[in-house]
């Protein structure tokens, strides 16, 4: 899928295939760093983490197990409460384990916040945060995040695992969705 298979639904393009594929290849080379000689899970949260997932691991030199978990937040519309349902959970015992939560994006940072600390109380022995896009502006509470691919101007995009009703998760950049689409 690409730009021409979406006709005018997108106002523009936030970031390129290649300019999400060269930063996930720099974020890699220093997880690997990081992470040298150690045993790392990667916690993929679904369904948006899915493209980032796969293509940091395939970047990573290092051995990786992965995991996935998917949550729900409860709020009005687009709008995260913080309130928080796992909708399925971790097969892996994280008790002494290096865990690195892969995210598509961060917004408000309140359901993040919380699955950080859900995962901190399972005994692993560390747990960092990667994600491919943060919005500074959106931000409701602090969450510290090891790996940034880029900070993004606080508006819609879907692209690269982002979607708008269950679409444009398959484009293989991150575009901002045309307010024609959403109603804004």
């Given at each position: 899928m690409d730009q021409s298979d979406v006709g005018n639904d997108l106002a523009n393009i936030l970031l390129t295939e290649e300019q999400l594929q060269k930063r996930l290849s720099e974020m890699a080379g220093?997880?690997?760093?990081?992470?040298?000689?150690?045993?790392?899970?990667?916690?993929g949260v679904l369904k948006g983490a899915i493209m980032v997932m796969a293509d940091l691991a395939r970047h990573l030199?290092?051995?990786?197990q992965m995991d996935w978990m998917a949550v729900s937040s409860y709020g009005s519309g687009t709008k995260s409460s913080g309130v928080v349902r796992i909708l399925k959970d971790l097969d892996t015992?994280?008790?002494?384990?290096?865990v690195l939560i892969?995210?598509?994006?961060?917004?408000?940072?309140?359901?993040?916040s919380w699955l950080a600390q859900n995962l901190r109380?399972?005994?692993?022995?560390?747990?960092?945060i990667a994600a491919m896009l943060r919005k500074p502006e959106a931000a409701k509470v602090d969450v510290e995040v090891k790996y940034v691919?880029?900070?993004i101007p606080n508006e819609f995009v879907?692209?690269?695992?982002l979607d708008y009703a269950e679409k444009?998760?398959?484009?293989?950049?991150?575009?901002?969705?045309?307010?024609?689409?959403?109603g804004g």
């Open positions: 220093q997880i690997d760093a990081d992470y040298e000689g150690k045993d790392l899970l990667l916690v030199h290092s051995q990786v015992d994280l008790t002494g384990r290096n892969v995210e598509d994006i961060i917004d408000s940072g309140l359901t993040l109380s399972r005994g692993p022995e560390s747990v960092e691919g880029y900070d879907v692209g690269y695992g444009y998760r398959n484009l293989p950049f991150v575009g901002t969705l045309a307010p024609h689409v959403y």
